[in-house]
């Protein structure tokens, strides 16, 4: 089943400081190299806000370019959402590492996005995860920062 889901106005990601925890500590472990998974929650259509419940780490499909790069499989994300559907939950965004640089989109994490997720970028700096930034598109298809409450 295909879900079209539009919002508009302003977003909010609510995360538990533990699941930004689990994130930095699968960031770390994969440097140098790319690391990438899903955010699994609920969507508040009403008050625009996705709570995220588990993160679910899937491996980084881009081999050649890892360092700074991720491609998530179709099968992958099929399995994700079959997980996440079977626990009442949706995917609502995903995560990935950028390996020494700023948790800012690439130009392809820009091409790749779909309207209505977050995305989480954390930066890991030699090794050591960093600050990280949730991430959503606007009306006009461009990244602007989403406003986070961590609980
Ligand atoms: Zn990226």
Redesign the pocket.
């Known amino acids: 089943m295909i879900v079209i889901k539009i919002l508009l106005g302003s977003v909010m990601l609510i995360i538990s400081d533990n699941l930004i925890k689990i994130i930095k500590k699968q960031g770390e472990k994969g440097y140098p190299f790319?690391i990438c998974g899903f955010l699994i929650g609920k969507i508040d259509f009403e008050n625009d806000i996705r709570e995220v419940y588990e993160v679910f780490q899937v491996e980084n499909q881009n081999k050649e370019r890892a360092n700074?790069?991720?491609e998530i499989s179709p099968k992958d994300f099929l399995k994700v959402e079959d997980y996440s559907s079977k626990k009442n939950l949706e995917i609502v965004g995903i995560y990935?590492?950028?390996p020494d640089?700023p948790n800012r989109?690439?130009q392809?994490?820009l091409m790749f996005a779909q309207p209505d997720m977050s995305y989480i970028?954390l930066s890991v700096k030699n090794g050591k995860a960093e600050d990280w930034k949730s991430w959503v598109l606007n009306d006009e298809g461009k990244f602007v920062e989403e406003k986070v409450k961590i609980i």
Do not use: A, N, V, Y
């Open positions: 790319e700074d790069r991720f990935h590492t950028h640089h989109p690439s392809t994490d970028i």
